[in-house]
């Protein structure tokens, strides 16, 4: 251990009187943890005393840090609480805030979770490395005027070495009410604020599982053992339930709440009682006077089951809610950037609105009418992509596509065999653009009900247009295409979407390739051309977006980034300021309606073309690729890589703890993709694993080669039209003793 008495006494000349701060030691895991390395620390007298336990658990690779008794840490006695790694292997380090805005105080009982690389994001934070013998975790104390290790452990033996996968966000979860009990308590899964049932029926029919049912007339809620207590507690938060409810006609307030902390304190996620919308209603830090309502467009009292997300982010100062997995509803500087939270006392409740500064405490009596289900609460901002993983989780639904900063979309569903009829395109808002069909065939067999077929010689003019010289500081283009076309010239394809690639943009697949080609002009007639290296011409459907983010342009086909090229064009916006009209089917060249073309025919079949005239995420790009669903509502999830620092066997690879529902007519099949030379090309499968009914683990076959380096590809099937879930999965192998071919070195 470092000379951390030194150190304090140096850096805290004002303190006369030295204090003893004895550090105790837990070790819970049998045989492993961690080794003490110092019993007394000598610190200043402002330091306050407190004793913290720790243990390893090398099954999980998951650090626990415990808060046993002393002085509770707040805002008044201490800057910041860190947890600090240092990885022995290069003397490296990572710090961890313990003490922040929404764990505003850390007192007896309370701990720290930090998880590595390889296991399941479960705990408060995640080291980017593994836990190997040596590696060093601190707790480090703070003030203005004194820095102090209060614990320093080092860890004897490595995490076991496995590799996990999860759909659904776990990082930064508060608390997590899955509501299927059926005794007395409501039970938090991943904290330790259990909640007290006072009158809603448990074992209702459910969404995940079975739910609560609340009735309006009989007064029932659930309180929660959970409180914020802090001026600014959070600079961010999702709070995300299921619900099933038809009140209507009542007050706007009146069918509170899926879950409450007080929306004139904290914040309120529910649904409103007179029109059936969701509302997440948010206030600011004490001072700013700051309350802020927010409700969705769309109304959801229908007596189904719906997903609702509300998210504040401070950092990019704005509020979202999200209902069954897509963005409903945006505000941007609600609170003009401030944190929530008042710091008065509240207490949560789920069924009822809080007015609580103890437990059970008081309330509003609005009482919640329906069903509820499977209640979540994050202090950090769950992004689109995270919140539509909930969506699909819970039951598998399709995602829907997002409309925000919608321009234009065309389904492409006329029944069209002539010349001259009318193609309606549909904006965000609800208003049309008309196009015209000029010898395309429509009613033919789509991916979202029908396509326009085009023969090399027809198109649809859109009677829409661009003129001015930087009209598009960001756009994304998009279009499902099915075409066979190859060998003839690289233009001679042309096009999913065109407003001129010279003047503004051009969404086309290649006739001499069939990669799928972005052209942009921008404001200064600099012309930019990309295009995938993939053939994509293969008769197959496809789903292609050209993204242009002001910076970046980005290709996606399938959901799946293909190629990108940086600043192409200076950070200048897109459009010469030339006017140009859109086609369908051919380029670009018309000043006018339905004006010159270049006569560059599109060959096959074309759905559901869209243009926003902002870079979606891409998130909100597979949200698009699942929505559509390629007709059938099947999808294939690619999950993120995971690295592990020693090879594993490929012969001896297991799944292990499969989380998977699979109802009658769906399916749900694991493939593991491996890269074995590192170079960021997973060029290696194993057989497609049916994980129907599996239980204990599952064999990985014939992955050839050795690899450090896994992702899961998860293909999701149905005949009914709902998906089967997904949880997640660990890879492992077989031979416990083996385990890896060359364990990492001890430092």
């Not at 850390?106 to 836990?131: E, M, N």
């Not at 030379?677 to 499968?685: E, P, R």
Request: one cysteine or more.
């Amino acid at each position: 251990m470092r000379g951390v008495a030194d150190r304090d006494t140096r850096r805290a000349a004002t303190s006369p009187i030295a204090i003893l701060l004895i550090v105790a030691l837990t070790l819970v895991v049998a045989g492993a943890g961690f080794v003490f390395l110092g019993d007394v620390v000598d610190i200043g007298e402002t330091t306050p005393q407190a004793r913290m336990s720790a243990d390893f658990d090398a099954d999980s690779g998951i650090v626990r840090i415990q808060h046993d008794g002393g002085d509770t840490l707040t805002r008044a006695n201490t800057e910041s609480l860190t947890v600090r790694v240092r990885d022995a292997s290069d003397g490296s380090t990572e710090e961890f805030e313990w003490l922040s805005g929404t764990t505003s105080r850390i007192s007896a009982g309370d701990g720290f979770l930090l998880d590595d690389a390889g296991g399941l994001p479960v705990g408060d934070a995640a080291f980017s490395g593994r836990f190997e013998p040596g590696d060093q975790v601190q707790v480090i104390w703070q003030t203005d005027e004194q820095s102090t290790i209060l614990a320093d452990y080092t860890v004897d033996q490595p995490a076991r070495p496995y590799l996990a996968w999860t759909l659904e966000p776990r990082r930064g979860l508060l608390a997590h009410f899955p509501l299927d009990e059926r005794d007395l308590v409501a039970r938090d899964s991943v904290g330790n604020a259990d909640g007290e049932p006072m009158g809603p029926t448990p074992g209702a029919n459910g969404q995940v599982g079975t739910a609560y049912s609340f009735d309006d007339s009989n007064d029932e809620y659930v309180a929660l053992d959970r409180r914020f207590d802090t001026d600014g507690a959070l600079d961010q938060v999702s709070a995300c339930a299921w619900f099933n409810t038809d009140e209507s006609g009542t007050g706007n307030f009146d069918n509170w709440a899926l879950l409450d902390f007080d929306r004139s304190e904290y914040f309120n996620l529910y649904v409103r009682g007179d029109d059936g919308r969701v509302g997440f209603s948010t206030s600011a830090e004490s001072g700013t006077g700051s309350l802020h309502d927010q409700f969705s467009n769309g109304s959801y009292n229908d007596g189904n089951w719906h997903l609702a997300c509300g998210v504040y982010n401070r950092s990019s100062n704005e509020k979202r809610i999200y209902v069954d997995g897509s963005l409903d509803a945006n505000e941007t500087k609600p609170h003009g950037g401030k944190a929530l939270g008042s710091g008065v006392t509240r207490y949560g409740f789920i069924g009822d609105g809080s007015e609580a500064s103890s437990y059970d405490g008081d309330r509003n009596n609005h009482h919640f009418d329906g069903r509820v289900d499977d209640v979540r609460l994050y202090d950090a901002a769950l992004n689109g992509s995270q919140v539509q993983d909930l969506y699909d989780a819970g039951t598998g639904g399709g995602a829907t596509a997002p409309t925000s900063d919608l321009v234009s979309h065309w389904r492409l569903d006329e029944s069209q065999t002539s010349d001259d009829d009318t193609v309606l395109g549909e904006r965000a808002d609800g208003s049309t653009v008309t196009a015209e069909n000029n010898g395309a065939f429509g009613n033919a067999s789509g991916v979202d009900g029908t396509a326009f077929e085009f023969r090399d010689g027809g198109y649809v003019a859109i009677d829409d247009s661009f003129d001015t010289a930087g009209e598009l500081p960001q756009m994304t283009a998009c279009s499902w295409f099915r075409t066979s076309e190859t060998g003839t010239g690289d233009f001679d394809n042309w096009a999913l979407l065109d407003y001129d690639r010279s003047e503004y943009f051009n969404l086309y697949v290649r006739g001499d390739t069939g990669g799928v080609g972005f052209s942009t002009s921008s404001q200064s007639n600099s012309k930019a051309d990309l295009s995938t290296g993939t053939n994509f011409a293969d008769g197959s459907w496809h789903f292609a977006c050209g993204v242009y983010d002001g910076t970046e342009k980005h290709i996606y086909v399938d959901g799946t980034e293909r190629v990108n090229a940086t600043n192409p064009h200076g950070g200048q916006p897109l459009g010469t300021g030339t006017t140009r009209y859109g086609f369908i089917g051919d380029g670009s060249e018309a000043g006018s309606f339905d004006g010159s073309r270049n006569d560059q025919y599109y060959d096959g079949r074309v759905d559901e073309v869209r243009l926003y005239d902002r870079a979606l995420e891409q998130e909100e790009i597979e949200a698009l690729y699942t929505a559509d669903g390629g007709g059938s509502g099947n999808r294939t999830v690619t999950t993120e890589a995971r690295s592990y620092p020693a090879s594993f066997d490929a012969d001896d690879l297991v799944l292990t703890n499969v989380d998977a529902t699979v109802p009658s007519g769906t399916s749900i099949t694991v493939t593991v993709e491996s890269d074995p030379d590192g170079d960021g090309t997973f060029d290696k499968s194993s057989d497609a694993i049916d994980v129907t009914g599996a239980t204990g683990t599952v064999d990985v076959t014939n992955l050839s080669t050795d690899s450090d380096t896994f992702r899961l590809r998860i293909e999701l099937g149905t005949s009914t039209g709902t998906l089967p879930r997904f949880g997640g999965a660990e890879l492992t192998t077989g031979n416990a003793t083996a385990r890896v071919l060359a364990s990492p070195a001890a430092a």
